[in-house]
């Protein structure tokens, strides 16, 4: 069982940028596909960006063009480089195992929390 820990969350104007970390254990982290997702309050969890373990990338339509997800094999770690944060970006993201055809894998994290003030 993966255990993953996100951080790097916080409170961020409207335009800013953040960094999230994603932690994992496995001594097999390399072979991983894993994904992000998020939750806004009263929504339901959404894909926000995937990452394969040949370092092939996709992106929700909302986030394409601004966030940037990325692997570190050494380091046990995905990223999510959010750049030009929205108000709507507001929510808690999660990091996930997946396998190569996008099921979930594994329980969810704690989560962090990203608030975008105007």
């Known amino acids: 069982q993966v255990r993953l820990v996100e951080s790097g969350g916080g409170l961020v104007q409207a335009g800013g940028s953040l960094r999230l970390s994603c932690a994992a254990s496995g001594r097999t982290f390399s072979s991983y596909d894993m994904g992000w997702y998020r939750q806004a309050p009263g929504k339901e969890r959404e894909f926000v960006a995937g990452i394969s373990s040949s370092g092939s990338t996709n992106y929700a339509d909302s986030v394409k063009g601004r966030f940037t997800i990325s692997k570190d094999n050494a380091q046990n770690t995905v990223y999510l480089q959010m750049n030009s944060l929205e108000l709507e970006d507001t929510a808690i993201y999660y990091c996930?195992?997946?396998?190569?055809?996008?099921?979930?894998?594994?329980?969810w994290g704690q989560g962090t929390q990203v608030t975008v003030s105007s």
């Open positions: 996930i195992r997946r396998s190569q055809a996008g099921f979930l894998i594994g329980n």
